[in-house]
């Protein structure tokens, strides 16, 4: 069975949510991961059930399934990215990303999406590590069980240069928080370079949430075009193909925003070939 594909739509931050969501069903993609940010489903916006309820047919119309991506960079904070996070040590601060994320897995919920990805963010400057992995346990923890009271996958993804940035520490957080899943980018498996992507793949059959796949270099945490990297595409391919892996493959070009017009059919028609390649068939 053929690999289903997504695309994020952080790589089309220049377009109207509307139109970005009608280049990518004509593209040939089968669904979406919006990342939910300021001018593409603002979740603090008023209207929200109005708003969801409208995406929700929008996305049917145009056959697109859905992941809910949370890595907006400043919708929570004009002058700090990604802040606050689950580390924060103001529980005030923690708690406006919890209702963040809450509103992500309700969008989820409301549009049948498949899961919602998040992730831990970094500590701040003067906390102690026991402290930060002890607040995000906590948060992942609520996160889940709002997650499970909604029938929503709750996916977490290891961020180079973040608490948790590597399968391994994923694997920590899901061992004290049953019921986490995994949200596995597997361009970060290149840059912490901890494990490889297809073995990634494997080794987390049972857990997989949500994958991203993209270029990338080896130790360099960019986004890169397919081609321009590192990344065996083919081979994390047949690694998904091989563990039967149904949901979305969310391709994640997060600078590719002056050039969606073009990268997003190009990005599906290399991953259609690399498929085609896989088993002989040819173009």
Known sequence: ??????????GCANHRLGDALALIAEAGYDGVALTLDHH????FAPDF??????????????????????????????????????LHPDPDARERRLDFLTRALDVCEICGGEAVSFWSGTPQEGVAEGDAWQRLTDG?????????????????????GHLTETVASYERLADEVPGLRLALDTGHCLVTQHVA???????????????AIEDMRRGVHRHLPFGEGDM????????????????LVCVELSRASPTAHETIPQSLAFLKEAERELTGSGP
């Open 1 to 10: 069975m053929p690999l289903r594909y997504a695309y994020n739509t952080n």
């Open 40 to 43: 593409h489903f603002d979740p």
């Open 49 to 86: 059930d109005r708003r969801a309820g409208t995406l929700d047919a929008r996305l049917r119309e145009l056959g697109l399934g859905l992941v809910v991506e949370t890595g907006a960079r400043f919708l929570l904070n004009p002058r700090q990215k990604h802040e606050p996070t689950l």
């Open 140 to 160: 992942v923890a609520t996160v889940v069980e709002r997650a499970e009271e909604r029938g929503v996958t709750a996916a977490f993804e290891p961020e180079p």
């Open 197 to 211: 992507p297809s073995e990634a793949v494997r080794q987390q059959a049972g857990r997989l949430g949500t994958v």
């Open 232 to 247: 065996d595409v083919p081979a994390v391919l047949q690694a998904l193909r091989e563990i039967g892996f149904d949901r």
